[in-house]
């Protein structure tokens, strides 16, 4: 499976589970303003969700978990990112974040692995040590980890 057909089925995948937690999810026609899909929170509430994900066929272990050149516009609360690393843990890992925290992030010099460059923001959300099993999620990020099993695994996006 080639990375485009691979980035295809994690987004179907994401949707099935925004589905199954019964929410309500449109789909864009056109993919051209990063947007893979829309989910109605409330009446006249919507959230603008895109879906990026790294497969486990990366020779790079050390880049597992990198995202670059993330485009955030305009930084916004109902603008999210649901990032997915195939190397994470047994069955990969989830995370979902706003993009307004990700713009926070790349600005406070304190908070490594996240950058903003001219090419867009840079996220690294794994690390890669193979005295920890390999590729782990890295744990500043760990209140964004996404468990589709859990029943409040989409609550932040209500709590915006």
Known sequence: MNSFHYGKSREKIVIGELLRHNLDVYLPIVDDRGIDCVIRIAEENYIELQIKSSSNKIKNKGSAGLFAGLKIPVPRTSYFFLFHV????????????????????????NVSNVYLYSHGYDIQLTGNDQKKGGVYPKPQFSEYEVDFDSVDCFEMLFKR
Not at 89 to 108: E, H, Q
């Open 86 to 109: 195939a190397e994470a843990g047994d069955n990969g890992t989830y995370w979902l974040f706003p993009s307004i925290d990700i713009d926070k992030f790349a600005k406070n010099k």
